[in-house]
């Protein structure tokens, strides 16, 4: 389910006549609906998620995928154009729950208001979604983990808030998680690093090994040297993140967690198996991997 960038205007905003939503019940289905609407490598909105949460992981899931529509699934609109659609989301979050009619908004304004969720999380990801308008390549590991505090690790703390288990250390934990599969995500996407003209490997790793963006191939040792220390620090994360499994209480949460962190594991895996050819083919879960991961999952 794709929108133009009109229809992206109007579901950022508190009203709309094309989108409008009568009830927090049609609010929430809304978001389910396109929530599973999109293909995703990691499990989204899993059965294993309580049924009586689940809309609300159904209405974060659709805010992100607003945001990150806006920044990313139009980019023939220019970006100051796109920034100001991410300000006036943002911005119409502080508006009263009452007073809004578009289904994304309103589902996630409910949200916040029967859980702990709360609007400062949602805002952590419009920020970087800003940074991916205004993108900038990252020069060090500090840098691609301060965009991974914005755009992935909300998402983890949120979840561990819906099911009430957010203290401190599981917060930790879960930030190693999410940064993780947002690393796993930039080493899959390396072949469309030049179409999307957004490069994530440290500029100061590639010039320590002497690489360029635009010839990565030039030199396929050092590359796969390089591209080894990339996977060695996300496994470092999914290690220490693992820790997660046995703290938190609730079993679905468990087998949650268990399944994706799983299944980014496998992507990396399969990352890892394309050596330098990742630069040129992008790996995919596909239906013989679901064995894998489920068999995995257990290990963990």
Same mark, same amino acid.
């Given at each position: 389910?794709k929108? %133009?960038f009109?229809?992206l205007?109007?579901l950022s905003k508190c009203s709309?006549?094309?989108?409008? *939503?009568?009830?927090n019940?049609?609010?929430?289905? #809304?978001c389910?609906k396109?929530?599973q609407?999109h293909?995703?490598?990691f499990?989204?909105?899993s059965?294993l998620i309580?049924k009586?949460?689940r809309h609300?992981?159904?209405s974060i899931?659709?805010f992100s995928?607003l945001?990150?529509?806006i920044a990313?699934?139009n980019?023939t609109?220019?970006?100051k154009?796109?920034?100001r659609?991410?300000?006036?989301?943002e911005?119409? =979050?502080?508006?009263?729950?009452?007073?809004? *009619?578009?289904?994304i $908004?309103?589902a996630v304004l409910?949200?916040c208001a029967?859980?702990?969720?709360e609007?400062v999380?949602l805002k952590?990801?419009i920020v970087? #979604?800003?940074? @991916?308008v205004?993108?900038?390549?990252?020069n &060090?590991?500090? @840098?691609?983990? %301060?965009?991974?505090? #914005?755009?992935?690790n909300?998402? /983890?703390?949120? =979840?561990?808030?819906?099911f009430?288990?957010a203290?401190?250390?599981?917060v930790?934990l879960s &930030?190693?998680i999410? *940064?993780?599969?947002?690393?796993?995500n #930039?080493?899959?996407?390396i072949s469309? @690093?030049s179409?999307?003209?957004?490069?994530?490997?440290p500029?100061?790793?590639?010039?320590r090994? /002497? =690489? &360029?963006?635009?010839?990565?191939?030039?030199n396929p040792l050092?590359?796969?040297?390089?591209l @080894?220390?990339?996977?060695q620090?996300?496994e470092?994360?999914?290690e220490?993140?693992?820790?997660l499994?046995?703290l938190?209480?609730n079993?679905?949460l468990?087998?949650e $967690?268990? =399944?994706?962190?799983?299944? /980014?594991i496998?992507?990396?895996d399969k990352?890892?198996?394309l050596?330098t050819?990742? *630069?040129? %083919?992008?790996?995919?879960?596909?239906?013989?991997d679901?064995?894998?991961?489920l068999? %995995?999952?257990?290990k963990l």
């Amino acid at each position: 389910m794709k929108y %133009n960038f009109e229809e992206l205007t109007e579901l950022s905003k508190c009203s709309s006549d094309k989108f409008k *939503t009568t009830s927090n019940e049609e609010a929430f289905l #809304f978001c389910k609906k396109l929530a599973q609407s999109h293909y995703e490598n990691f499990p989204v909105g899993s059965i294993l998620i309580p049924k009586s949460i689940r809309h609300h992981f159904y209405s974060i899931y659709a805010f992100s995928r607003l945001a990150d529509d806006i920044a990313d699934e139009n980019l023939t609109t220019v970006p100051k154009e796109r920034y100001r659609l991410l300000e006036q989301l943002e911005s119409s =979050l502080e508006s009263s729950q009452e007073s809004i *009619t578009t289904p994304i $908004l309103r589902a996630v304004l409910k949200t916040c208001a029967e859980t702990k969720v709360e609007i400062v999380d949602l805002k952590r990801l419009i920020v970087a #979604f800003k940074m @991916d308008v205004k993108f900038e390549q990252p020069n &060090d590991w500090n @840098d691609l983990y %301060n965009y991974c505090s #914005f755009s992935a690790n909300p998402i /983890g703390e949120m =979840l561990l808030k819906l099911f009430d288990e957010a203290s401190e250390e599981n917060v930790s934990l879960s &930030d190693d998680i999410c *940064t993780a599969l947002q690393l796993v995500n #930039f080493w899959q996407d390396i072949s469309r @690093d030049s179409i999307n003209r957004r490069y994530y490997i440290p500029t100061d790793l590639l010039n320590r090994f /002497g =690489l &360029d963006y635009n010839d990565l191939r030039s030199n396929p040792l050092r590359l796969q040297v390089c591209l @080894d220390q990339l996977y060695q620090e996300t496994e470092k994360l999914f290690e220490n993140g693992k820790k997660l499994v046995y703290l938190v209480k609730n079993k679905r949460l468990k087998m949650e $967690l268990r =399944l994706i962190i799983s299944s /980014g594991i496998r992507i990396l895996d399969k990352c890892k198996s394309l050596k330098t050819e990742i *630069t040129l %083919n992008r790996p995919s879960l596909g239906k013989s991997d679901a064995f894998i991961i489920l068999k %995995n999952a257990f290990k963990l």
